[in-house]
């Protein structure tokens, strides 16, 4: 029997989960929620079984769901996951949780109690590349990382502002906080500065409350250090990347794969798979079964991740580090 499935969002990230979707066997995108009814019904005219609402109550009264995506902007998270708890339908969930840790964590305190199968997007995770660098660090003595995600101011107003967004490194720069904690363990400090440089983004008339640069040093509790640096102020779009300082030398991952640089040689490990496909599977399987094995990120381990770039604003505003 085909898996029904709602989407509610109606942006990029869920449409490409749509036609991941429909492509799949025996799964069917049955409902779509929207902002407006108006969104929800041009979102839905390429999913032929799919009704359109504009209120999530409507749509999970409207007909059984197996499960739900939710692909909305960070400042909308709290009441759409608290009532699908409410209803016992797991849900994969776009990052990041939110532009706090207040929501999240009320969140969280409430799939803890029913034990709800959940996943989160940190795809990274999922990269072949990714794989690769966690089965060399086990044996290897990582000492420092190093990483980037450098590009241009998003046009969306929400994003803009930090009530809407929380921010770069809270929107973006989060993939990097999650896979340095996959790859490396947990984070036990956070010290971070940032700045709004760029004149025309300092410029009153761009209503724009997001710093436009910033870099956080965090302390592992291996005892290995990081720096994640980012910026939205570039023309063009640049790289993303993070590198891993070894006793073996040099591992660096980014879009394309994983570079491993040593004494004697340099290897590539290029990324193969479509990480996206990788992830719906994994928990679409686990809807199916109960398997919750080839999730990479439940939402409990998301939280953490989202408690790092929240406590990494928190440094920037008082200046000060901040221990966990």
């Known amino acids: 029997m085909a898996l029904q499935i709602g989407m509610i969002g109606t942006g990029g990230f869920a449409a490409h989960h ?30 032929p079984s799919a009704a359109s609402y504009s209120s999530v109550s409507d749509m999970l009264d409207g007909q059984p769901l197996d499960a739900v995506y ?16 409410a209803r016992n339908i797991p849900f994969l969930i776009e990052k990041p949780l939110g532009v706090n840790l207040a929501t999240p964590s009320t969140i969280l305190a409430a799939i803890e109690d029913k034990k709800l199968i959940t996943s989160v997007g940190y795809h990274l995770r999922y990269l072949d590349g990714t794989a690769k660098a966690k089965e060399l660090l086990a044996d290897h003595t990582p000492g420092m990382a190093l990483g980037s995600w450098n590009g241009g101011m998003p046009g969306a107003s929400w994003w803009r502002q930090a009530a809407g967004s929380g921010g770069q490194f809270v929107e973006q720069t989060t993939h990097l906080v999650d896979l340095l904690r996959y790859c490396l363990g947990e984070i036990v400090e956070v010290y971070a500065a940032y700045a709004l440089v760029h004149p025309r983004n300092r410029d009153a008339a761009a209503d724009i409350t997001v710093p436009d640069v910033g870099t956080v040093t965090l302390k ?53 798979n479509d990480v996206y496909q990788l992830e719906n599977e994994a928990f679409l399987h686990a809807v199916r079964t109960g398997d919750t094995s080839g999730i990479l990120s439940t939402y409990a381990d998301a939280w953490r991740t989202q408690q790092i770039t929240v406590l990494a604003n928190e440094s920037a505003l008082s200046g000060l580090p901040i221990k966990l």
């Open 70 to 85: 939710i692909c909305v902007p960070p400042f909308a998270h709290g009441d759409m996951e608290l009532e699908l708890i």
């Open 18 to 47: 749509a036609r991941l979707l429909t492509a799949m066997k025996d799964v069917v995108v049955a409902a779509v929620c929207g902002t407006s009814q108006n969104k929800a019904a041009l979102f839905a005219q390429g999913l």
């Open 220 to 272: 592992l509790a291996s005892g290995a250090i990081a720096n994640l640096s980012n910026t939205c102020m570039l023309p063009v779009g640049h790289e993303t990347e993070l590198k891993i300082f070894t006793d073996h030398g040099v591992l660096e991952l980014g879009p394309t794969g994983l570079k491993n640089i040593e004494a004697t040689c340099t290897t590539q490990f290029p990324n193969r």
